[in-house]
């Protein structure tokens, strides 16, 4: 059994910065893929970026690009997310989600239906 566990989320103004921290316990490899999806409220999940457990194949959706930058600490078992010139509609629940198969390391999925394991969620709010 794998637990996923998000924090850095909170109140931040517009123009601001972030740096979400999502940790893996348990039965948790350092294979596959881990990422990061957000809702907005009265949204549908979306996917926000992903990185493969070497670091070498990364995704992000292009709302976040250039704003955004994700990484991982396999020795940690841990992804990061960081945002920068956050916006308005930047604010969402942000979930952390795992898949440590590694025949998905090439090419790292972008939606939620390939991952496996996910956490309960941090929130993020920026205030315009």
């Known amino acids: 059994q794998v637990q996923l566990a998000e924090s850095g989320g909170g109140l931040v103004q517009a123009g601001g910065s972030l740096r979400l921290s999502c940790s893996a316990s348990?039965?948790?490899?350092?294979?596959?893929?881990m990422g990061w999806f957000r809702q907005a409220p009265g949204k549908e999940r979306e996917f926000v970026a992903v990185?493969?457990?070497?670091?070498?194949?990364?995704f992000y959706t292009d709302s976040v690009k250039g704003r955004a930058t994700i990484s991982r600490d396999n020795a940690k078992k841990s992804v990061y997310l960081q945002m920068n010139s956050l916006k308005p509609e930047d604010t969402a629940v942000y979930y952390c989600?795992?898949?440590?198969?590694?025949?998905?390391?090439?090419?790292?999925?972008?939606?939620?239906?390939?991952?496996?394991?996910w956490g309960q969620g941090t929130q993020v709010t920026v205030s315009s």
């Open positions: 989600a795992a898949n440590f198969d590694p025949a998905i390391s090439l090419i790292p999925p972008t939606t939620e239906d390939k991952y496996i394991y």
């Open positions: 348990g039965r948790a490899y350092a294979t596959g893929a």
């Open positions: 990185v493969n457990w070497r670091g070498d194949r990364i």
